[in-house]
């Protein structure tokens, strides 16, 4: 199954994704490194043996074992590939693992504190550690080397004063409606103005405080 598709099927309802990121990519390379020098060590060896030798074909079996590390290799970018931090309108949620999944999410309504740490290569290549304090069992959610970390905690704060605020509530568009009911409003107040149901300072003071909300 997709890695989006998987994604899909754990949010909620009215839940929406804001920000899909993985670890960097130097994390990747810590994992790929010795699968890679081990791989340029196959082909510098046997190519050297068939140069200081008589071409032989059986030496040329030898560039088989090549394979060994570029299945470790592949192995490794699928698992990073596969390890996600994402932050949604609700939560954030993290997943790991190839075949068995493995989530672990933390509510935004939950969550106390964000500590951000960026060593000086983490500020040079945009990458850093991200801790999230909550008050569910969990207690601490650490994401290391994440890449972007500034992005991912803006976002996640954001989503969660959001959240705190009420705002995902509203209907889609409820603000934008809410203004373009304004001037029918301050034509319904100038009606009852005329009709003597409301005085002229009260007129005033409501279609002042209606202009405000544009």
Known sequence: MPLETYLKQLLGENEKVLLVTHQHWFRLIQEIFLE????????????????????????????????????????????????????????????????????TDSSLEKVNDVKMVQSFFGRIFNYGDVEILTASELGVNRFTKIGDPIRFKTVMLNAK??????????????????????????????????????????????????????
Do not use: C
């Open 161 to 214: 004063g959001k959240l705190d605020s009420g705002e995902h509530l509203r209907p889609a568009g409820a603000a934008a409606e809410q203004r373009e009911d304004i001037p029918a409003l301050i034509e319904r107040l100038g009606l009852m103005r005329d009709k003597g149901w409301v005085t002229e300072e009260e007129f005033q003071a409501k279609k002042t405080d209606l202009l405000r909300r544009l």
């Open 36 to 103: 890679v020098v081990l791989a340029l060590v196959i082909i510098l060896v046997f190519t050297g043996i068939q140069l200081a030798v008589l071409p032989n074909p059986l030496f040329s079996l030898g560039y088989f074992l090549i394979i060994i590390p570029l299945v470790s290799l592949a192995r490794d970018v699928i698992i990073w590939y596969n390890h996600q931090y994402i932050v949604t309108n609700r939560r954030v949620i993290q997943i790991f693992g190839v075949i068995n999944k493995n989530v």
